[in-house]
């Protein structure tokens, strides 16, 4: 932090990445601060303060990130993709929330000794500094430095493997995330020319085949694409795809269509051509800044290219012949070694997807599931309130691991019915207390509501009786505040959506259990179905402790809300999260004294 403040005062930046192969820090200042350029990067270096704060608000930052992409269909199937293809290879292991939540400062004070050396390290400078001035600052600043080439970590080659298909079970999914691909070769292969004119025909940039394919020709992705990932010793190349689940075993055969008419056909002349041009134009288009020349030199020495690299690479990649792309292709899509993963809802792919090529099904905690373990049943909704611990419970609101807000509920009971009090605040921008009323069945009788959003009030007012829904709402929309009366007809059993979290914990939860009810969206004036099932069992940590817990997916609505709710009574939500958001909800301490069973 003291470094990155030093560099921003006088108008740089300073960044540090982890890669396959290295720890990459750049440093981008003005020519006239040189001098203090090569003094910062030598102290971020072989100086790191790494205080207690600091690496702890790191930590929390980082497990935030780790657990929402293990939420999140394309991160987590890039995640499984690299396990499966590098099968016990190194450039294969992940970091976890555990693995981060166990790093110590001594750990990491414990790698800086071991593998920060100045033989093997690798030092770029571009901009305007001669060679005499550079070289005088780099032995000012990192004269000092001792210390051999550390040891180059053993790996060995990823286990051979037949093909199947991994499938990450993501309850209620209506899309699927496709990952197919294999490992390649070392970066300094010299097919590096051919496969990036492969990849442009297949699947990088506006217009390829996989769009065609997928997209065009028969609407089943809304993206797709292809990369190759290189690394020193072993790249790696993907295509994805982000499909309907209807479409997803149609999708997987379609792709390894494209990858055999490449193995086996040569590209026509008009699409090579416009192929080339495209990655010789692009590659140009990366080399127009300092910072970017000096990444793409430290890129090309890392992977062990010559220094001729950057000034051939567009001559080289004009002369790739269909024959050459041909000859790619084959070596990177071998029918035996690809790696097919797919996220979705396993209980409506596997059967599908299964005439493919064999299943492996597992959770997104990496727990082997079986078809039984997937397919929901579907159940009455019925409700258990005395499963509801009376007293008070509290849930912090964070966003990118900050602290933004808090929601306090409490249940209590009232002659025959059963009172569920819900205050919350976020930031400035929103306060609101909400009262629900259920009968003693879990039936529905009053919800009021009041607050501001954005400064503007809101007040809603609503009885449940007599098959209907009747009352009356102030919103507050884009446009602006909006009133509107309710006296809506409702056939059957109906949930008001600001009861669904108190009602959670009362159903008979039990994994793979679906409901699919009828709930009135009390803001917007109808009646939607929706459906909650029992998608995952996992463990995990929340400020008040950590609890074995149902997740519970709520579908139909805007966006999902996943609820986790513990196994054990009393029963309490001690997590919720919103897909395709940085914001969650986290049990914090109470008061036990405050909360009894009846």
């Known amino acids: 932090t003291e470094v990155t403040t030093a560099i921003e ?31 910062l990067l030598a102290d ?131 899309d699927a995330q496709l990952f197919i691909g294999a490992t390649t070769s070392a970066g300094s292969d010299s097919s590096r020319y051919a496969t990036a004119v492969l990849n442009r025909i297949l699947g990088e940039g506006r217009s390829h085949r996989l769009s065609r394919a997928l ?13 190759f ?38 590209v026509p002349v008009r699409e090579l051509e416009r192929a080339r041009d495209a990655v010789t134009g692009s590659f140009a ?81 990496g727990r082997d599931l079986t078809p039984a373990d997937v397919e929901p049943r579907t159940s009455a909704l019925t409700y258990n309130l005395a499963q509801l611990p009376v007293g008070t419970d509290s849930l912090v609101i964070v966003a990118q691991g900050q602290p933004v807000g808090m929601q306090v509920t409490q249940v209590s009971r009232a002659g025959d019915s059963v009172v569920y009090v819900e205050r919350s605040a976020l930031s400035t921008s929103l306060s609101q207390t909400t009262t629900i009323v259920f009968d003693s069945a879990g039936r529905m009788r009053q919800v009021t509501q009041v607050g501001k959003v954005r400064g503007q009030d809101t007040r809603i007012a609503l009885d449940y009786r007599g098959g209907g829904v009747r009352g009356s709402a102030l919103i507050v929309t884009r446009e602006g505040p909006r009133t509107f009366t309710v006296d809506t007809a409702v056939a059957g059993a109906v949930v008001d959506d600001n009861a669904i979290q108190a009602l959670i914990p009362a159903l008979p939860l039990a994994l793979n259990t679906r409901w699919t009810f009828n709930v009135f969206a009390s803001g917007e004036n109808l009646v939607r179905p929706m459906s909650l099932t029992v998608a995952d069992l996992t463990r995990l940590t929340v400020p008040a402790g950590t609890f074995d817990a149902y997740r519970v997916d709520l579908d139909g609505g805007p966006q999902q809300v996943s609820y986790y709710v513990t196994r054990q009574p009393p029963y309490r939500v001690v997590r919720l999260t919103i897909a395709n958001t940085p914001v969650e909800f986290l049990a914090v301490p109470a008061d036990t004294s405050a909360r009894s069973t009846p």
């Open 229 to 266: 990932l290189r690394t020193a010793r072993l790249g790696v190349f993907r295509a994805t795809a982000q499909v309907t689940s209807e479409a997803a075993d149609s999708a997987v055969q379609e792709v390894l269509a494209q990858f055999a008419l490449l193995r086996t056909e040569l």
């Open 215 to 227: 997209g065009r020709d028969h609407l089943w992705a809304t993206s797709a694409s292809s990369a």
């Open 9 to 39: 005062r006088v108008g740089g930046s300073f960044s540090a990445v982890a890669g396959p192969d290295a720890i990459t820090l750049q440093l981008d200042l003005v020519s006239d601060e040189a001098a203090l350029a090569f003094g």
């Open 285 to 365: 288009l990366r080399l127009q800044t300092a910072s970017q020349l000096a990444s793409a030199i430290t890129e090309a020495r890392l992977l062990g290219l010559p220094l001729s690299y950057l000034n051939s690479f567009r001559l080289k990649a004009t002369m790739i012949s269909a024959a050459q792309v041909r000859a790619a292709a084959r070596g990177t899509f071998a029918e035996d070694g690809l790696t097919i993963v797919v996220v979705g809802d396993a209980g409506r792919l596997h059967r599908r997807l299964g005439a493919i090529a064999p299943v492996q099904i597992f959770g997104s905690d």
């Open 44 to 174: 971020a270096a072989l100086r790191p303060a790494l205080p207690d704060d600091e690496l702890e608000a790191l930590r929390t930052r980082s497990i935030a990130s780790f657990e929402a992409g293990l939420a999140d269909p394309v991160s987590l199937g890039g995640r499984v993709f690299l396990l499966g293809s590098y099968r016990g290879h190194p450039y294969g292991r992940q970091p976890t929330p555990r693995s981060v939540r166990d790093i110590t400062r001594a750990d990491l004070v414990s790698f800086h000794r071991a593998r920060f050396r100045p033989a093997g390290a690798l030092l770029v400078v571009v901009g305007d500094i001669s060679l005499a001035e550079a070289r005088r600052l780099a032995l000012a600043s990192f004269g000092t430095w001792k210390g051999l080439r550390p040891a180059p970590l053993p790996a060995k080659g990823p286990a051979p493997a037949r093909r199947s298909i991994l499938l990450v079970h993501q309850a209620g999914a209506q």
